[in-house]
C-alpha cells in the first residue's frame, strides 16, 4: 500500500526566505510522485512531478523538488517565497499500477511580510 | 483553467435526497478521477474510470455510484445522504498513456448536507 506523509500541517516563512515542505512517501513499487497547491476556493494545480527521470525536478513559480529513493523523500523547496505563494500544499503518490493519487494530509504555507 | 469542467459548483441538499455530480474531461484524456476533500478524511479517492469502464475503487461508499458515458463525460452520484457526505467533490482527468498519469483536476463541486 501507499501512503504520503507531510511533516508540518502549518509553515510560516517571511517574503524572501527558503520555503521547505516536507513529504516523506511509503510505496513497494517505484513510485510517480507530485506536488499539488490548491489556493482557497480552487481546484488543484499541478507544481512538479517525479516520475523515474532526473530526481531533481523542477516545476512551476520556481519550485523545485529532489527525489531521495534512500530517504524516501521528495521535499518541496523555493529559494525566495512570494507572497502569492501563500496556500495549501499536497504531496501525492501514485504508480505504474495504481494511477489514481493518494495524497498527504496538506501543508498551508503562509507567508509573512 | 485545466480544461476539466464540473458542475454544480455548489450544491446545498437535505439528509436523504440523493444528487448527481457532473465532470467533463479535457478534450482527450480516457480517464477520469473522482476525489472526496473533507476536514476528517483530508483528499481521498473514490473511483477511477477509463473510456467508459471502472478501473480502481477506492474508500467509495456503497450509497455513492458513478459511471462514464460514451462522451467521456461522468457523473458520481450519491444517495441517502447523510451531514458526513458534506465536502468538495473533485474529478480529475488524464490521458494515462505511457509510463505516468498527470491529472487535471476540476475545480470542485462543493456539497452542503443539511
Known amino acids: 500500500a501507499q501512503s504520503v506523509t507531510q511533516l508540518g500541517s502549518h509553515v510560516s516563512v517571511s517574503e524572501g526566505a527558503l520555503v521547505l515542505l516536507r513529504c516523506n512517501y511509503s510505496s513497494s513499487v517505484p513510485p510517480y510522485l507530485f506536488w499539488y497547491v490548491q489556493y482557497p476556493n480552487q481546484g488543484l494545480q499541478l507544481l512538479l512531478k517525479?516520475?523515474?527521470?532526473?530526481?531533481l525536478v523542477k516545476g512551476i513559480n520556481g519550485f523545485e523538488a529532489e527525489f531521495k529513493k534512500s530517504e524516501t523523500s521528495f521535499h518541496l523547496t523555493k529559494p525566495s517565497a512570494h507572497m502569492s505563494d501563500a496556500a495549501e500544499y499536497f504531496c501525492a503518490v501514485s504508480d505504474e499500477g495504481r494511477r489514481a493519487l493518494t495524497f498527504g494530509s496538506g501543508t498551508r504555507l503562509q507567508v509573512q511580510p | 483553467d485545466s480544461g476539466v469542467t464540473q458542475t454544480p459548483k455548489h450544491l446545498i441538499t437535505a439528509t436523504g435526497q440523493r444528487v448527481t455530480l457532473r465532470c467533463s474531461p479535457r478534450?482527450?484524456?480516457?480517464?477520469v478521477y473522482w476525489y472526496q476533500q473533507s476536514l476528517d478524511q483530508g483528499l481521498q479517492f473514490l473511483i477511477h474510470?477509463?473510456?467508459?469502464?471502472?478501473?480502481a475503487k477506492g474508500n467509495i461508499l456503497e450509497r455513492f455510484s458513478a459511471q462514464q458515458f460514451p462522451d467521456l463525460h461522468s457523473e458520481l452520484n450519491l444517495s441517502s445522504l447523510e451531514l458526513g457526505d458534506s465536502a468538495l467533490y473533485f474529478c480529475?482527468?488524464?490521458?494515462?498513456?505511457?509510463?505516468?498519469?498527470?491529472?487535471?483536476f476540476g475545480p470542485g463541486t462543493r456539497l452542503t448536507v443539511l
Open positions: 517525479y516520475t523515474s527521470a532526473a530526481t
Open positions: 478534450s482527450g484524456d480516457l480517464s
Open positions: 480529475a482527468s488524464s490521458v494515462d498513456r505511457g509510463s505516468y498519469n498527470e491529472q487535471f
Open positions: 474510470y477509463y473510456n467508459g469502464e471502472e478501473r
